[in-house]
């Protein structure tokens, strides 16, 4: 069983759609995150939630608007799609946040195109 | 400052040597975590292992060994008698308590193991 998995795998849509990402987590844990990879492999965390409440929200446009129906899935939606959101999306999860040193673990990658 | 530097962008072997990744944090926590994640040319990101601030010891798991010294604040991951399957980017990432229960990512090594 895939412990982080993420729907999509592929997504390639054009410029001003809207596009959802779903993520699931099936280890329990508490905390999930989502990911952004840019086209150089740089990783920046855009969002993180604990048990369903924003916990990180980083300098993103509000085009992103996470949601999380319950501590196991953490959805990512983007209105408008602009050419600069093609990356690849990873969702991922940890233990409680009351502990720094949870190991993040990462879904597969969502890979977005705007095109 | 919080920050991971991995200096090394690009490091191409030849089977059978041995490499190190260099990994730099910065931090204002006396407490934190080190992480190495690998990201395999498939896409995935996998952990390899995690180190907290208060434990230096070495470690090492099969061809893989990880050297952690405070005072130069490096964390360096060393694979022995590299082989082709370890061709991946490996990132390098720093987790800290002040301003949220962040996880940082550094820019990544891209290593090349060439037959």
């Known amino acids: 069983d895939t412990a982080v998995s993420q729907t999509p795998k592929y997504l390639v849509t054009q410029m001003g759609n809207d596009k959802s990402i779903k993520c699931e987590q099936n280890?329990?844990?508490?905390?999930m995150y989502w990911y952004k990879q840019d086209s150089k492999k740089f990783l920046k965390i855009m969002f993180s939630?604990?048990?369903?409440?924003?916990?990180i929200n980083e300098t993103v446009p509000n085009r992103f608007s996470p949601k999380s129906p319950d501590k196991a899935h953490l959805n990512l939606h983007i209105n408008s799609l602009e050419l600069g959101d093609s990356a690849v999306y990873f969702c991922?999860?940890?233990?409680?946040?009351?502990?720094?040193?949870?190991?993040?673990?990462f879904g597969e990658g969502s890979w977005l195109t705007v095109v | 400052a919080q920050k991971v530097t991995q200096a090394q962008t690009e490091i191409s072997v030849v089977e059978k040597e041995d490499v190190t990744l260099d990994c730099v944090y910065e931090?204002?926590?006396?407490?934190?975590?080190l992480f190495w994640y690998k990201q395999p040319p498939s896409g995935e990101l996998v952990f390899l292992i995690r180190?907290?601030?208060?434990?230096?010891q070495n470690e090492i798991s099969g061809r893989y060994s990880w050297n952690f010294q405070k005072s130069t604040s490096s964390f360096n991951f060393t694979i022995t008698a590299s082989q082709v399957v370890d061709s991946a980017v490996y990132f390098c990432?720093?987790?800290?308590?002040?301003?949220?229960?962040?996880?940082?990512f550094g820019a990544g090594t891209r290593l090349f193991v060439k037959a």
């Open positions: 991922a999860s940890s233990r409680s946040r009351g502990d720094s040193g949870n190991t993040i673990y």
């Open positions: 280890l329990g844990h508490d905390t």
């Open positions: 939630y604990n048990n369903k409440e924003l916990i």
């Open positions: 931090t204002r926590d006396t407490t934190y975590y």
């Open positions: 180190r907290n601030s208060f434990d230096e």
């Open positions: 990432a720093l987790s800290y308590d002040t301003g949220g229960f962040k996880t940082i």
